[in-house]
């Protein structure tokens, strides 16, 4: 089974700074079966990625997504204050891995 | 306006069983991989079962022989029979479309691109 670890755990950073975000994969994997979700308290997740950088209906170009292999990155060029929230990665597989989460707070 | 709405959802003791619904709105369940997604207070989201287009269903690990996906096609709704309760299984429960096409016999994933508001479900004495 494979195991997504995403790092940091928690991300403090400002409005207008630049953010990075791991996700780690246990072994190689597709990147076609890469996604990354946002997200904010009392609501349910957001697609932001998939196929490790390609981005969903609807959301700003701020967001990228990179990697392969095992490595896989999800970038916010500028961050808004909307920004603020919590981050998976998921990997589609023989089962639907999500990693433990990323949490972007305000510095 | 494509739409998943949850319900079923309720506070359960040990050992009793609940089941989910997941009603559709815009787009055709059995023509979808649909997915449940929870999340224990505080803490991250677990995937716990799909169904497949074409009938097929997976279980997370904590969840096998316990928890059964299916499906009406003609209520255009997902359901989860959720059985032998656990105090862990307390969560909010997430239906989902899984996104995805075949080109040949190769299937690309796009993510879990719909999602319901969740139903809270409380297992507790």
């Known amino acids: 089974e494979i195991v997504l670890t995403q790092s940091p755990g928690t991300l403090s950073l400002s409005p207008g700074e630049r953010a990075t975000l791991s996700c780690r994969a246990s072994?190689?994997?597709?990147?076609?079966?890469l996604a990354w979700y946002q997200q904010k308290p009392g609501q349910a997740p957001r697609l932001l990625i998939y196929?490790?950088?390609s981005r969903a209906t609807g959301i700003p170009d701020r967001f990228s997504g990179s990697g392969s292999g095992t490595d896989f990155t999800l970038t916010i060029s500028r961050l808004e204050p909307e920004d603020f929230a919590v981050y998976y990665c998921?990997?589609?597989?023989?089962?639907?891995?999500f990693g433990q989460g990323t949490r972007l707070e305000i510095k | 306006e494509v739409q998943l709405v949850e319900s079923g959802g309720g506070l359960i003791q040990p050992g009793g069983s609940l089941r989910l619904s997941c009603a559709a709105s815009?787009?055709?369940?059995?023509?979808?991989?649909m997915s449940w997604v929870r999340q224990a207070p505080g803490k991250g989201l677990e995937w716990v079962s799909v169904?497949?287009?074409?009938?097929?269903?997976y279980y997370a690990d904590s969840v096998k022989g316990r928890f059964t996906i299916s499906r009406d096609n003609s209520k255009n709704t997902l359901y989860l029979q959720m059985n032998s309760l656990r105090a862990e299984d307390t969560a909010v429960y997430y239906c989902?479309?899984?996104?995805?096409?075949?080109?040949?016999?190769?299937?690309?994933?796009?993510?879990?691109?719909?999602w319901g508001q969740g139903t809270t479900v409380t297992v507790s004495s």
């Open positions: 989902a479309r899984d996104s995805g096409s075949y080109w040949g016999s190769v299937f690309y994933y796009y993510g879990m691109d719909v």
């Open positions: 815009g787009f055709t369940v059995s023509s979808n991989y």
């Open positions: 169904i497949y287009s074409g009938g097929s269903t």
């Open positions: 072994q190689s994997v597709s990147s076609s079966y």
């Open positions: 196929g490790a950088s």
């Open positions: 998921q990997h589609y597989g023989s089962s639907f891995t």
